[in-house]
């Protein structure tokens, strides 16, 4: 991970969320979800200390992490697409709105841009079937589009 440092500002901070909760039974995710806020993300250098710092084994943080789609070892972008795949969303295109996303930022689902302005994702219902296909970018809602609309919506945020 490129960055990490024991004398960064980050690094001590997640050691304080550590020294914090290390005496409490159960808090395993808080200091996770805690430590995502940090760093954005949790790399496996992130969890080494975490694991450490709580005295478990680094398989169950590894594990809790990987189970719980909040937490992310990979990073997130400050632009964060989301692509809703659900069933009325799949149905009106959505998935051809994720391949023309993929094809403009040049990442796939789950990775982030070089520059880390964009990331994306793709989930399952969001609750806006009225709207299909449906995608977010943050708290940006954006329904009934086309891959065509995706770079005049894009162009908004680099800017």
């Known amino acids: 991970m490129s960055g990490f440092s024991e004398n960064d500002e980050k690094y001590q901070k997640l050691l304080e969320i550590i020294e914090t909760n290390k005496n409490v039974r159960g808090s395993l995710i808080r200091v996770l979800h805690d430590s995502q806020e940090v760093y954005g993300y949790l790399p496996i250098e992130v969890q080494k200390v975490i694991a450490e710092g709580l005295g478990v084994p680094l398989a169950e943080v590894y594990g809790v992490v990987t189970f719980y ?11 964060r697409v989301s692509v809703c795949l659900g069933t009325a969303c799949y149905v009106k295109g959505s998935d051809k709105l994720l391949e023309r996303l993929e094809e403009e930022l040049g990442v796939s689902v789950g990775d982030c841009t070089a520059d880390g302005r964009f ?32 770079p005049g919506i894009l162009a908004k945020y680099r800017d």
């Open 119 to 150: 990331s994306i994702e793709a989930c399952r219902c969001i609750g806006a079937c009225g709207l299909a296909p449906v995608f977010t970018i943050n708290k940006d809602v954006y329904g009934k589009k086309e891959p065509d609309d995706i």
């Open 69 to 79: 789609a909040q937490f992310s070892v990979k990073p997130k972008g400050d632009y």
